[in-house]
DNA sequence: ACTGGTTTTCAGACAACTTTCAGCCTCGCC
DNA sequence: GGCGAGGCTGAAAGTTGTCTGAAAACCAGT
């Protein structure tokens, strides 16, 4: 579970890496605006912890510009300020929570886990899509009898298609998501496990097809017929 | 947008009611635990809002057991203990949000769009014009129940098209925003991508054209006879 | 060190997209 | 009607993005 933390107060930002940590949170930490909206556009956390007050731009704006980018990424705003109107307009703008500080290590912790659980959709064993069951706990793609064990990769890559199974998911998605922000892979990492994926698919007999979408990237579909 | 509200102090819920209605939310109320998860389990809300304390059954176990069922409605909780234990109890029991009571109205409206915001960003973007639809997700052109793709190139001429659907636009500013100011494309390849164009809206029978204004560019028009 | 599974890398094949060109068509003007 | 500039379009050639088999590199467990 990778976290992004954008907070000027290094004191804070240090206290809260730790606490995340301990909780087994991958966090990145950065101090300024205009680096946490360069890092959060990456498109790579599953939550991004944003201090409103930020040095270069503000967390209202750096919202505003991921939501336009249709980065759905959740947020938790966290702020000094009580005033009722900052938290209508933290959360108008694009938010997910609001929190203010001073603030309970506990309560964060638990509106993060709100806000991750979220994403995966409350079905923590398995996720399903047409005729294909991928079981989380073991990492298997099931369809009627027949069953395949995937990699870890494999699986990484089919659980973003199957959680994201109407919209095309690019190729710098996947990289970020899955290799990491800083990694060197290329596209063409992506695409062999794509093409993994399309031969494994076709091994249990499944009518799941992964469409590419040239120059955009990949979706999941399912085609009735043979 | 539909909600449910779960509140046994029949002033609270009244008063609920009518802020919730004034803002164009359709409202059902019951006032019992029991009654709050045979409604609930209808799936027909898109959030609840849910007393902790309440006859019958108490919240927690309400969420609980809708999760149990994989009914995945955003649940916000109100309650008068705010207490840090009950918050995170709450949280941790499946619900999306958790406000304590006395609260403001303008908050709990705030954070009723922050978590219907969330469910439909399934929302995708589309131009419309006349009876064709240009997705800009997938760059597919819809008329009726026939689709094809577009190409970029060709896509990034129709979006500029549907863009300005009312103006001539002219062959140096498709060549200007599409191929960039320092390319060595000449007008016959902006002519060339129209002439694709005015072939794919034949083929999905769209009675949109694209038509030619000598020495000036082009235009879409609709043309409704056959 | 060996093994088996996983991941990365590479190159050739392939398909989709883009550009180019030539011949034809159309419009407005003389 | 004849002419020329501008516009259209089919076909071919050129370019780019994607797929995939095979080999190499990696890595953990034995």
């Given amino acids: 579970m990778q976290i992004l933390v954008v907070e000027d107060d290094v004191r804070l930002a240090e206290a809260l890496t730790c606490i995340l940590q301990e909780h087994h949170y991958l966090v990145d930490v950065v101090n300024d605006g205009i680096q946490g ?5 990456s498109n790579a956390y599953d939550i991004i912890i944003l201090d409103v007050m930020l040095p270069k731009m503000n967390g209202f704006d750096i919202v505003a510009a991921l939501r336009r980018q249709k980065i759905a990424t959740p947020v938790l705003f966290l702020s000094a300020r009580d005033a009722l109107s900052d938290k209508i307009m933290g959360l108008d703008s694009g938010a997910d929570d609001y ?3 001073p603030f309970s290590p506990a309560e964060l912790l638990a509106r993060l886990r709100a806000l991750s659980r979220r994403q995966s959709k409350l079905c923590f064993e398995r996720l399903l899509f047409a005729d294909i069951i991928l079981e989380l706990e073991t990492g298997d793609l099931v369809c009627g009898t027949k069953s395949i064990h995937l990699s870890f990769k494999e699986f990484a890559v089919l659980k973003i298609l199957m959680n994201n199974s109407r919209q095309a998911i690019s190729k710098e998605t996947f990289l970020a998501k899955i290799w990491g922000v800083e990694s060197s892979a290329e596209d063409n ?9 399309r031969k494994k698919l076709g091994f249990i007999g499944s009518e799941v ?18």
């Fill in 99 to 101: 929190l203010t500080k």
């Fill in 189 to 197: 990492n992506v695409e062999a496990y794509i093409s993994f994926l």
């Fill in 37 to 41: 909206l360069t890092y959060a556009e």
């Fill in 209 to 226: 097809q992964i469409v590419t979408l040239r120059k955009i990237g990949y979706r999941m579909e399912a085609h009735k017929d043979a």
